[in-house]
């Protein structure tokens, strides 16, 4: 957990970041000694901010960095709940593990984990999810809805619409999504959506839902096999990319669409969603555990099923499954 004063310290100092503070202001705004003040500004220098001292005058903060620390994450973090309690880890086998156990364990709504690293990330359909050290954004995060489990899926399509939005609003990349969790940037995989729950048969208790984003990996970070289907953001942007601003961003959106999706039911998001949607009047394929279905793919439903008119005229919904288009 950042201690409460660092992440006050940090906004003080970034909302002078022209200018220098002292530390008896400092003092004052965080409530603890100028001794203790300065212990802190060492943990932060520590953490990779940059901070600038110079007698009689005080502190000024020259540079944020872009480490997934919980202080710098929090540090622009713009949303009420969703990653406010964040929990930064380095190398972990999955975040979707560990956000299981956190939600067991009474973890509030909105905590997100995180990691540099996954050894063992996981993707739809068993598949392994490449995670390496440092590069992308490997994150999971606990909602607890008061709904049905059959909602589970429209959460997944609802995070797909927020992810687009942040990934506009840092890059200004146009990303398209394929259903029902693909996130696809010139036709290869930007970013993967693995929605989780725990649930009894009336009731969600907690939904985890993983985000795996290729964020600043070079060509030579991807495996043979994925170099033909799989891209980063800076590959395509061609300049590395703030990964604490993306997850700021896809927090704050998910937030704004979440409490829509409450207020107002799934209507106005999956309008939002087929706005994005690649595959939505095209004529695809779709791999299920059942076999192959070929036809066009009409749209989806309130409940997030694709619904696909095959040669006869017959509407298939699609539950699970790969689309080729
Ligand atoms: C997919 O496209 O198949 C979904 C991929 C989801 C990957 C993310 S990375 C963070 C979280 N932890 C995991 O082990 N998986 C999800």
Redesign the pocket.
Known sequence: MASKIRESLLSSLSAHQETYVSGQQLAEETGCSRTAIWKHIEELRNEGFTIESKKKRGYRLLKTNDQLTENNLLLGMETKALGRTIVVMDSVD????IAHTLAQDKAPEGTLVIAEE?R??????A?V?H?PKGTGI???LLLRPSLPPQKAPQFTLITAVAVVQAIWDVCQLDVEIKWP??LLLNNK?IT???TELQADSEQIHSLII???MNVNQEKKDFPEELLSIATSLSIEKGEKISRSELVQRVMYHLERYYQIYLEKGFTPIKLLWESYAVSIGKYITARTLNGELTGVALGITDDGVLLLEDEKGTVHSIYSADIEI
């Open positions: 999955s975040t979707q593990k996954q063992a990330g996981r993707g739809r359909m598949r999810w995670s490997w994150m999971s969790n693909d995989k993967g959506i693995l993983g985000i795996g």
